[in-house]
C-alpha cells in the first residue's frame, strides 16, 4: 500500500512520529510530502499535495495533519474524490473506514498525543471498507460533488 503523509507547520512532529508507525507495516510505502520545518505553510496547499497523489493514483490513502486537523480536513474534503476524515479516536478511525471508505485519515498535531495518533492510525490502516450498503452510501455522497460542480 502506498501512503501519502503531509503536515503544515503544527503537526510536523506528529508527522515524524507516525511516519515512524507506518514502518511498523512491511507492506507500506511512505512518500512525505512535506513541510520538514517551524516555517509557516497554508494547510490547504499541504492538502492539495496529499490529495493530488490519491487522485493521480500514486497513492491508495493519504494522512494529512494541521494543528487541529479541521483545516486541513476541510481544505481536502473540497478535492473531487477525496472522503478525508478527521478523527480523535480509534472507534471513528475504524468507522471512517468500514463504513464511509475515508481515503484521508486527517489529525491535529496540537490536539493529538504521539500514543492515540499510533492506535488511531494502526487501526485506519488495518480496516478495510465493508462495502454493501455503505457503499451506495458513498456513490450518493460522491455523486454531490457532481451535483455542486455544475
Same mark, same amino acid.
Given at each position: 500500500m502506498n501512503i501519502v503523509i503531509g503536515s503544515d507547520h *503544527? /503537526? $510536523?512532529e506528529l508527522k515524524e512520529e507516525i511516519k515512524m508507525v507506518l514502518h511498523e507495516f512491511s507492506d507500506i510505502r511512505v512518500k512525505d510530502v512535506g513541510t520538514f520545518g517551524k516555517e509557516a505553510v497554508d494547510y490547504?496547499? $499541504?492538502a492539495q499535495k496529499v490529495c493530488a497523489e490519491i487522485i493521480a493514483g500514486k497513492a491508495d490513502r493519504g494522512i494529512a495533519l494541521c494543528g487541529t486537523g =479541521? *483545516? =486541513?480536513? =476541510? +481544505? /481536502?474534503?473540497?478535492i473531487d474524490g477525496i472522503r478525508a476524515a478527521l478523527c480523535t479516536d480509534v472507534y471513528s478511525a475504524i468507522m471512517s473506514r468500514r463504513h464511509n471508505d475515508a481515503n484521508v485519515l486527517a489529525m491535529g498535531g496540537r490536539v493529538t498525543g504521539f500514543g492515540p +495518533? *499510533?492506535?488511531i492510525v494502526r487501526a485506519w490502516i488495518r480496516t478495510e471498507f465493508e462495502g454493501g450498503r455503505h457503499a451506495r452510501r458513498i456513490e450518493k455522497t460522491m455523486a454531490l460533488e457532481e451535483q455542486t460542480n455544475h
Open positions: *503544527g /503537526a $510536523v490547504p496547499d $499541504v =479541521i *483545516g =486541513i480536513s =476541510i +481544505a /481536502a474534503n473540497k +495518533a *499510533g492506535e
